[in-house]
């Protein structure tokens, strides 16, 4: 994307093609179905076509992961509306979704298990990546690690996590 001041509109069509993969990715992963999340990605793009003339970022990955992202919980929370659970049940689901003060203190008695079982910094790892958006390149860069370390921390959080969803 051109962020030049004379310049408006960004190469929708060329991110299309570069940042596909990405996206699609994305949505598979939040939403647990290709045929759900190849809709979301191209909703997603569609967003971009329409707005193309107010975009201005010299990040367009990130400015992609948090739109994809973004559409893909609202698709979510849609679902959780219409009370279908398919994917929500997970503890993870369960944790974004708590909607009650019991639901919430739950999820934060669950965070205080898995972040206590890692050192402070997996936890700012996993903000910077999960819920930032940040790459790999970008987290390890911010917390002075290399990218496998970054990676490593990851999933050992995740195997952590799946740990507690079965207890």
């Known amino acids: 994307m051109d962020t030049t001041a004379g310049a408006s509109r960004v190469d929708a069509e060329g991110l299309f093609r570069k940042y596909w993969p990405m996206v699609l990715r994305r949505c598979q992963q939040l939403l647990c179905d290709d045929e759900e999340a190849s809709d979301a990605a191209q909703a997603v793009f569609v967003k971009i076509i329409e707005k193309q003339s107010a ?22 929370r849609d679902r959780a ?23 919430r203190h739950a999820s934060r008695g669950v965070l ?45 959080l995740k195997k952590t996590l799946t740990e507690l969803e079965d207890i």
């Open 55 to 76: 975009l201005h970022s010299s990040y367009p990955s990130s400015l992609l992961w948090r739109m994809a992202t973004n559409y893909c919980l609202n698709v979510i």
């Open 81 to 103: 509306a219409e009370s279908d659970t398919s994917c929500g049940e997970s503890l993870l689901g369960r944790i974004a979704y708590a909607d009650s003060d019991e639901e």
């Open 112 to 156: 205080r298990a898995l972040f206590g079982r890692h050192p402070e910094s997996s936890r700012t790892i996993a903000v910077l990546h999960l819920v930032d958006g940040m790459t790999l390149e970008e987290t390890a860069r911010e917390v002075g690690m290399s990218v496998s370390g970054v990676r490593r921390r990851l999933r050992e």
